[in-house]
């Protein structure tokens, strides 16, 4: 067995007034550092350390990727922005170079050279990519602030999420993020419109519940890009947000059918039950072979395995796809149907899913591994 490897210190080299969503680099590169367990440096150093250039503003996930690689740098036209040196003689020299601004001699270095776009997979987003690394400037900032915002976009969700909230969420963002706004207030007058949105869909006001509903899910987006974006994540956060997300469906599901009766349309005791049974059943089967999925195979989504679990993970029987299902009934004036089609293409995705779960266990039956796509992108 080979020996421990040192966790490297942090340190910001150089400085630059520009800021990013409201932080310094100093301030953003000390979160960053906390996020991923790190300590700053404090003085010099003999040991492993991992210098980030003020000049440059880069995505996180080059963070995470350059702190788990010693040796690595990664440079713009040479010039190194973000560099994991090994001992204090690599840090010197490397510390120099983002000083003055110019190349870095590449011996004893692996040099990821951005302009040559390679590429890096992110687990945590679900997406293979070229993360952003650009020159910090003011009139850089709003470029690179759309950058960040979409760099926190994961690669595989739902068609709402992915090609309509987009830039209502990014406007939202920026707001938030300049008003001093946190994540969890943006969570919080989120969870009071989804219960707002329930109370409307529990007497029938459909269309003014899904208008409650529309900007509850824009914010469910909001507070997570925010909390990506200002590097501001937290597990109560997490808890907070998730915990809503897994909560209300079934909620606005049941309060949907008993809303019915305000239009006429109540069901019959026999279709409400099966209806019910087939998307509240439907939900908990769903997420259960997702979590199956993902302790069987190493913390993998199942979404994430193959092309196609991604492009079904967009119109998979979740919040937002069902919620156009119900639109579209809504302009028809048949709630009552809508719903149905929800129990219907609950049950069909339940059915998908749990035969890719019996996929995996074949695969791995006849010694194969299950691997992501992304990961060989």
């Given at each position: 067995?080979?020996?421990?490897?040192?966790?490297?210190?942090?340190?910001?080299?150089?400085?630059?007034?520009?800021?990013?969503?409201?932080?310094?680099?100093?301030?953003?590169?000390?979160?960053?550092?906390?996020a991923?367990?790190?300590?700053?440096?404090?003085?010099?150093?003999s040991?492993?350390?991992?210098?980030?250039?003020?000049?440059?503003?880069?995505?996180?996930?080059?963070?995470?990727?350059?702190?788990?690689?010693?040796?690595?740098?990664?440079?713009?036209?040479?010039?190194?922005?973000?560099?994991?040196?090994?001992?204090?003689?690599?840090?010197?020299?490397?510390?120099?170079?983002?000083?003055?601004?110019?190349p870095?001699?590449?011996?004893?270095?692996?040099?990821?050279?951005?302009?040559?776009?390679?590429t890096?997979?992110?687990?945590?987003?679900?997406?293979r990519?070229?993360?952003?690394?650009?020159?910090?400037?003011?009139?850089?900032?709003?470029?690179?602030?759309?950058?960040?915002?979409?760099?926190?976009?994961?690669?595989?969700?739902?068609?709402?999420?992915?090609?309509?909230?987009?830039?209502?969420?990014?406007?939202?963002?920026?707001?938030?993020?300049?008003?001093?706004?946190?994540?969890?207030?943006?969570?919080?007058?989120?969870?009071?419109?989804?219960?707002?949105?329930?109370?409307?869909?529990?007497?029938?006001?459909?269309?003014?519940?899904?208008?409650?509903?529309?900007?509850?899910?824009?914010?469910?987006?909001v507070?997570?890009?925010?909390?990506?974006?200002?590097?501001?994540?937290?597990?109560?956060?997490?808890?907070?947000?998730?915990?809503?997300?897994?909560?209300?469906p079934?909620?606005?599901w049941?309060?949907?059918?008993t809303?019915l009766?305000?239009?006429?349309?109540?069901?019959?005791?026999?279709?409400?039950?099966?209806?019910?049974?087939?998307?509240?059943?439907?939900?908990?089967?769903?997420?259960?072979?997702e979590?199956?999925?993902?302790?069987?195979n190493?913390?993998?989504?199942?979404?994430?395995?193959?092309?196609?679990?991604?492009?079904?993970?967009?119109?998979?029987?979740?919040?937002?796809p069902?919620?156009?299902?119900?639109?579209?009934?809504?302009?028809?004036?048949?709630?009552?149907?809508g719903?149905?089609?929800?129990?219907?293409?609950?049950?069909?995705?339940?059915?998908?899913?749990?035969?890719?779960?019996?996929?995996?266990?074949?695969?791995?039956?006849?010694?194969?591994?299950?691997?992501?796509?992304?990961?060989?992108?």
């Amino acid at each position: 067995m080979g020996e421990p490897i040192s966790m490297p210190d942090v340190e910001t080299v150089g400085d630059n007034p520009t800021r990013l969503w409201g932080l310094t680099m100093h301030e953003r590169t000390r979160r960053l550092a906390k996020a991923s367990g790190l300590a700053m440096a404090e003085g010099a150093a003999s040991g492993p350390r991992l210098l980030a250039n003020a000049a440059f503003a880069f995505d996180p996930a080059w963070f995470r990727h350059v702190a788990a690689h010693p040796g690595t740098v990664l440079a713009a036209h040479g010039v190194p922005a973000l560099a994991h040196a090994r001992d204090g003689a690599q840090a010197a020299r490397i510390a120099a170079a983002m000083r003055e601004g110019c190349p870095l001699a590449a011996d004893g270095f692996d040099v990821l050279a951005y302009e040559q776009g390679p590429t890096i997979e992110n687990k945590q987003l679900r997406k293979r990519e070229t993360p952003f690394l650009t020159e910090l400037r003011p009139d850089t900032v709003r470029r690179i602030e759309r950058a960040s915002y979409f760099g926190a976009y994961k690669g595989v969700t739902d068609v709402l999420t992915k090609y309509l909230w987009p830039e209502w969420a990014l406007v939202l963002t920026r707001l938030a993020a300049r008003i001093g706004m946190t994540p969890n207030m943006v969570t919080a007058i989120g969870a009071f419109l989804c219960v707002a949105a329930t109370v409307c869909f529990a007497y029938g006001h459909y269309w003014p519940g899904m208008a409650l509903g529309l900007v509850f899910m824009v914010l469910d987006t909001v507070d997570g890009k925010l909390a990506r974006c200002t590097i501001t994540s937290s597990s109560w956060g997490n808890v907070f947000d998730h915990g809503i997300d897994l909560v209300h469906p079934p909620f606005w599901w049941w309060f949907w059918a008993t809303g019915l009766a305000a239009w006429g349309l109540a069901y019959d005791p026999v279709t409400f039950w099966w209806v019910q049974g087939a998307i509240q059943g439907g939900y908990l089967v769903q997420r259960a072979i997702e979590g199956v999925f993902i302790r069987q195979n190493g913390g993998m989504h199942i979404h994430v395995w193959r092309r196609f679990d991604s492009r079904f993970r967009l119109i998979t029987a979740r919040r937002n796809p069902n919620m156009v299902i119900l639109f579209v009934a809504m302009l028809f004036a048949r709630p009552d149907l809508g719903l149905i089609a929800v129990a219907w293409w609950t049950a069909i995705s339940c059915l998908v899913h749990a035969v890719r779960l019996v996929q995996a266990w074949i695969v791995r039956a006849r010694g194969g591994t299950i691997t992501s796509w992304l990961s060989d992108a």
